[in-house]
């Protein structure tokens, strides 16, 4: 829930970050060969175990790749979106709440994930997770909706209901 001091919103936080801690399962797995996933990209994991960006072809996710136990490679820049590299081991949410950037749309509390299988409205790319149906150029996430809107960087809350993953 944001708040508000002397007229200025809080941020909801970095993408990748766990919320609400109680309810969480994290799997692990390997980043696959040729492969940079950012923290708070959606995954998906395959039969050897591998974790990759979600592709046009994929059906759902595995999962959001979470940032634990990890920090950004760029001593200079501390901010910036941190990433997991080929072969390094990657900390998947598979169920729980989850900060990640809204590409498109207005997300509510409650409302369906979009995640974009072909690019489209304002240059938002393949594995983009938004708010807003477009046809044919995206597609629901089977058990995971939105938490809240989203705040000034794009950053909202999204729960992931059912399990995902292997």
Same mark, same amino acid.
């Given at each position: 829930?944001?708040?508000?001091v002397i007229g200025t919103s809080l941020n909801h936080g970095? $993408?990748?970050?766990? +919320?609400?801690?109680?309810?969480?399962?994290?799997?692990?797995?390997? #980043? +696959?060969?040729?492969?940079?996933? /950012?923290?708070?990209?959606?995954?998906?994991?395959?039969?050897?175990?591998? #974790?990759?960006?979600? +592709?046009?072809? =994929?059906?759902? *996710?595995?999962?959001?790749? #979470?940032?634990?136990?990890?920090?950004?490679? =760029?001593? /200079? =820049?501390?901010?910036? *979106?941190?990433?997991?590299?080929?072969?390094?081991?990657?900390?998947? /949410?598979?169920?729980?709440?989850?900060?990640?950037?809204?590409?498109?749309? &207005? $997300?509510?509390?409650?409302s369906k994930v979009y995640i974009r299988t072909e690019s489209?409205?304002?240059?938002?790319? #393949?594995?983009? /997770?938004?708010?807003?149906?477009? &046809?044919?150029?995206?597609?629901? *996430? $089977?058990?995971?909706?939105?938490?809240? =809107?989203k705040d000034a960087n794009n950053v909202a809350l999204l729960?992931?209901?059912?399990?995902?993953?292997?």
């Amino acid at each position: 829930m944001p708040g508000k001091v002397i007229g200025t919103s809080l941020n909801h936080g970095y $993408p990748g970050t766990i +919320a609400m801690q109680p309810d969480q399962i994290v799997g692990v797995g390997a #980043v +696959a060969q040729g492969e940079e996933i /950012l923290f708070g990209a959606p995954v998906t994991q395959g039969e050897d175990g591998t #974790v990759a960006n979600f +592709a046009a072809s =994929d059906t759902d *996710i595995a999962g959001i790749a #979470v940032r634990q136990v990890k920090s950004a490679y =760029d001593y /200079l =820049d501390q901010n910036g *979106i941190g990433r997991y590299r080929e072969k390094e081991n990657i900390s998947i /949410l598979e169920r729980g709440a989850v900060t990640v950037v809204c590409s498109y749309g &207005t $997300p509510k509390v409650g409302s369906k994930v979009y995640i974009r299988t072909e690019s489209g409205t304002g240059g938002t790319v #393949v594995g983009a /997770l938004e708010a807003t149906e477009e &046809t044919g150029k995206n597609v629901v *996430i $089977p058990g995971v909706v939105w938490g809240g =809107d989203k705040d000034a960087n794009n950053v909202a809350l999204l729960v992931i209901k059912e399990r995902k993953g292997v």
